[in-house]
């Protein structure tokens, strides 16, 4: 079984992926669109992740991007929010 990754720095790894492609996670808890299930699961899938080391390097690359590396394990999870959210929820 693999290891999951520490769970400080992958919360902040989310939360800049989430920056980067506008996804704003906070807004959307707050609109309801997200539950506080949807956000530990993203932070734990992020965690298992293996693409951790060109995360780094690529949100090093970027300030903004339409969608989040298709090496990202929350690719769909950013879209589905920013889509729920862009329609109200």
């Known amino acids: 079984m693999k290891r999951l990754g520490d769970r400080k720095r992958h919360y902040w790894l989310a939360q800049r992926m989430a920056q980067t492609t506008g996804t704003d996670l906070t807004g959307a808890y707050d609109a309801g669109d997200l539950s506080?299930?949807?956000?530990?699961?993203?932070?734990?899938?992020?965690?298992?992740?293996?693409?951790?080391?060109?995360?780094?390097?690529?949100?090093?690359?970027?300030?903004?991007?339409?969608?989040?590396?298709?090496?990202?394990?929350?690719?769909?999870?950013y879209m589905e929010i920013r889509q729920a959210v862009s329609e109200g929820g």
Not at 37 to 51: L, N, P, S, T, Y
Not at 55 to 77: D, F, I, M, Q, S
């Open 36 to 77: 506080q299930q949807q956000w530990a699961e993203i932070v734990e899938a992020c965690r298992g992740c293996d693409w951790t080391e060109s995360c780094e390097r690529w949100l090093a690359r970027h300030e903004t991007a339409k969608e989040a590396p298709a090496g990202c394990t929350n690719c769909g999870a």
